[in-house]
């Protein structure tokens, strides 16, 4: 892969090392076991590096063509088109989210359960742009077997 300077695409190469530093720090913390770092500017490559292991028992480094398997890319690319949106001042990020989705504004959320039945409340605050963007929206994943909003999430999804 050809890198091409920074600089000449306005970028910073300092800046960019710092990419670098910081998933090491992951890789060393064992935050994760391995990394491929890519970035790009006009379609051109700005910084390319590896971290950590491909194969953990094997004590094989991360090689710099290593496939990944990658899950749940809509939130990077949706996260993505979101703050370019901010960018163009077309959203604020504490814009409540019923501003775009207004039906998002009706829904309930969850309070406790009594009697066995699942109580809910008015949202407050209104869930935000920011909420969405931070996983704090309170959107259930469905994977807290316990929980009582991820096991209604998930009896309504076996009836569709």
Do not use: W
Not at 79 to 99: I, N
Not at 138 to 149: A, E, I, T, Y
């Amino acid at each position: 892969m050809i890198v091409s300077p920074a600089e000449d695409l306005g970028m910073s190469s300092e800046r960019l090392r710092r990419i670098s530093e910081y998933l090491e720090r992951g890789v060393a913390g064992n935050k994760l076991p391995g990394i491929v770092a890519l970035a790009q500017r006009r379609g051109k490559l700005v910084h390319h590096s590896t971290h950590g292991l491909m194969d953990i028992e094997a004590d094989r480094p991360v090689e710099a063509d290593a496939l990944f398997r990658i899950y749940s890319m809509t939130k990077p690319i949706v996260s993505l088109a979101l703050m370019m949106l901010h960018d163009e001042g077309r959203l604020q990020l504490h814009d409540p989210v019923a501003k775009y989705i207004p039906s998002i504004g009706k829904m309930k959320v969850f309070s406790h359960v009594s009697d066995r039945l699942l109580r809910t409340v008015e949202q407050d605050p209104p869930m935000t742009v920011f909420h969405l963007l931070t996983h704090m929206s309170g959107f259930p994943s469905g994977n807290d077997p316990f929980h009582p909003v991820d096991q209604q999430f998930r009896e309504s999804s076996q009836r569709l």
